[in-house]
């Protein structure tokens, strides 16, 4: 060999044995970086929103006292929404009664309701009689409402009709809720 040939022999070696051990470290790292696929069901945490996320939905600071009342699914869309009672004092005090909707799981929004699209009025919650819930349900999209003072006759609850125990029934269509039935118990 000739002794310029000799010269190159060892930066080309050089140069291969770079390019092995790039190589190798290439196919280590791709080899520890791929990606298995996941079953995203059953990793997947589901959240749910807790009372205080439809409360808070409110947004009532003049409310005395406020709770979750009953949770199910309202609007049938597959999320659990909620119902608050919302206890407030001006003039006089009053109990609102309001959905609360569950929006997928990330927030809360309170359905305001205007006139006669909300539970009135069956569901008494301000003025000289109020109603007085013993039993709130949600199942299948229907809001059950049991009590005195709810449904009485042509709006009017006297002393015959105050004390009697009916069970009403809502649907909410996503824009008013809508009265099913007035059953006396």
């Known amino acids: 060999m000739k002794k310029e040939q000799k010269g190159y022999i060892v930066p080309v070696i050089m140069i291969i044995i770079l390019l092995l051990i790039l190589g190798l ?33 409110l947004g ?11 949770r199910g699914d309202v ?24 959905i609360v909707l569950n929006d997928k799981n990330t927030t809360a929004k309170v359905f305001e309701p205007t006139d006669y699209l909300g539970f009135e009025p069956a569901y008494r919650g301000s003025g000289a009689v109020k109603s007085d819930l013993s039993d709130i349900t949600i199942k299948d999209g229907i809001i059950s409402l049991t009590g005195t003072a709810l449904g009485c006759p042509e709006d009017f609850c006297d002393d015959e009709n105050i004390g009697i125990v009916r069970r009403v029934t809502y649907k909410f269509d996503g824009q008013k ?9």
Do not use: W
């Open 25 to 57: 470290v290439y196919f280590s790292l791709r080899k520890t970086n791929k990606t298995e696929p996941v079953d995203t069901i059953a990793t997947e945490k589901v959240q749910t929103l807790t009372d205080a996320d439809f409360i808070n939905a």
């Open 60 to 70: 009532d600071s003049e409310a005395l006292e406020s709770k979750v009342v009953a």
């Open 75 to 98: 609007n049938q869309d597959g999320y659990e929404d909620a119902l608050v009672q919302s206890m407030h004092c001006g003039a006089s005090c009053g109990v609102d009664l309001l």
């Open 177 to 185: 809720i809508i009265q099913l039935s007035v059953e006396q118990l």
